[in-house]
């Protein structure tokens, strides 16, 4: 009988995953390949770790920080009330989207922009889909770059100071010169009516 083929390159993401997810619970940041570019992020629910994530980044304690979830479970969690325009977004753009939405709710008050507005993104790729159900909450994200410079455009651009206050550095996709883009990027109002903040 022939020995099942072990693939050793699942094993290894899965691993750095878990330890993402364990890092994470713990109230740590982490920096990571997200669906875009690389990012720094948190638990959303936690204070004291977004205070870390703004203090590594020297980003505003009063600038919104948008978050991550895998399921639609987790959007009408988060958001009192989901525009059926803003499903039609997550469910039918081709690309990595984020969809600000007013009613934001159930994390930390200080990510939550005017009107208390979120920001969220629906992701796919398999790492931080892994870690955001493992972590079972949003997670708070922004770009891994210090605040006022360049988004990096690979692993190797990421300033040192992120890489070193960070609790976790994953492992996944370092290797991966493919320059990603930001995510495209809409507006809703308490009307529903929306526009198009970056495309």
Not at 71 to 97: C, M, Q, Y
Not at 166 to 183: E, G, W, Y
């Amino acid at each position: 009988m022939a020995r099942k083929k072990v693939n050793r390159n699942s094993e290894v993401w899965r691993e750095d995953a878990l330890e993402a997810v364990r890092t994470l619970r713990s109230g740590g940041v982490i920096v990571h390949a997200t669906d875009t570019v690389w990012g720094i992020a948190c638990d959303a629910t936690n204070e004291d770790a977004v205070m870390k994530l703004r203090t590594i980044k020297g980003k505003k304690s009063d600038s919104p920080i948008l978050v991550l979830v895998a399921d639609e479970g987790l959007i009408e969690k988060h958001i009192s009330d989901v525009p059926d325009a803003a499903w039609d977004l997550f469910e039918h753009n081709d690309r990595p989207t984020t969809v600000i939405m007013p009613g934001g709710k159930n994390v930390t008050p200080s990510i939550l922009g005017e009107g208390n507005s979120l920001g969220m993104r629906l992701v796919k790729d398999v790492w931080t889909t892994f870690v955001s159900r493992g972590l079972g909450r949003p997670l708070a994200s922004s770009s891994a770059n210090l605040s006022g410079s360049p988004t990096p455009i690979d692993f190797n651009s990421i300033d040192n100071s992120i890489i070193k206050g960070a609790d976790f550095v994953s492992s996944h996709r370092r290797s991966d010169n493919s320059h990603s883009k930001p995510s495209f990027i809409a507006s809703f109002d308490s009307a529903g009516r929306f526009k198009i903040l970056r495309s």
